[in-house]
T-cell receptor, first 115, second 115 residues
């Protein structure tokens, strides 16, 4: 069975500063890792994913994530935060279960970017 | 374009009512999903359809009844719901059910309130 942990309920960062939202995972087999963002009263928007290859993955809106196999982590990063990045961020892992692939989401991390 | 369309956006129903949530995608995706999301919580998988057949049912109560009439449409029929079923219901789709690395794309959700 797979699982994913987001150890921080909330991350606060000043606009213009770099941001990191942490994620660790547990999965048997190859990990398929995703980041999604959710703005208030909206659905989830896909940001980026890791399947294989380069450990540094670049995604939408200037976000990137680094896959670290030894630490089983997939932290989301952005070099310079914007106020508009304030939202709820979900890390997700996809693994093979009875019946097919299932995507399991972390608890979410709320990002506040202060002007 | 990646678009999953859900209707209605908001639904208020009594505990004795019968209603349906509808979802449509025209991306040629062959896997479709229903998730339930409570406020500030991660989405919880309810059902997965793979090539129009139900492949995963996460022990969802029978008052929720999914239906996949064709490869583009997914319905969730609701009957005799409880107030605790009030939540955001998210529909999603992905390209190939058997590929773990495929991205799941979400709709904007249907807000359900049971009174």
């Amino acid at each position: 069975a797979q699982s994913v942990a987001q150890p921080e309920d909330q991350v606060n960062v000043a606009e213009g500063n770099p941001l990191t939202v942490k994620c660790t995972y547990s999965v048997s087999g190859n990990p398929y890792l995703f980041w999604y963002v959710q703005y208030p009263n909206r659905g989830l928007q896909f940001l980026l994913k890791y399947i294989t290859g380069d450990n540094l993955v670049k995604g939408s809106y200037g976000f990137e994530a680094e896959f670290n196999k030894s630490q089983t982590s997939f932290h989301l990063k952005k070099p310079s935060a914007l106020v508009s990045d304030s939202a709820l961020y979900f890390c997700a892992v996809r693994g093979l279960n009875t019946g097919g692939f299932k995507t399991i989401f972390g608890a979410g991390t709320r990002l506040f970017v202060k002007a | 374009d990646t678009e999953v369309t859900q209707t209605p956006k908001h639904l208020v129903m009594g505990m004795t009512n019968k209603k349906s949530l509808k979802c449509e995608q025209h991306m040629g995706h062959r896997a479709m999903y229903w998730y339930k999301q409570k406020a500030k919580k991660p989405p919880e998988l309810m059902f997965v359809y793979s090539y129009e057949k139900l492949s995963i049912n996460e022990s969802v109560p029978s008052r929720f009844s999914p239906e996949c009439p064709n490869s583009s449409l997914l319905n969730l029929h609701l009957h005799a719901l409880q107030p605790e079923d009030s939540a955001l219901y998210l529909c999603a789709s992905s390209q190939e059910p058997g590929a773990g690395g495929n991205t799941i794309y979400f709709g904007e959700g249907s807000w359900l309130t049971v009174v």
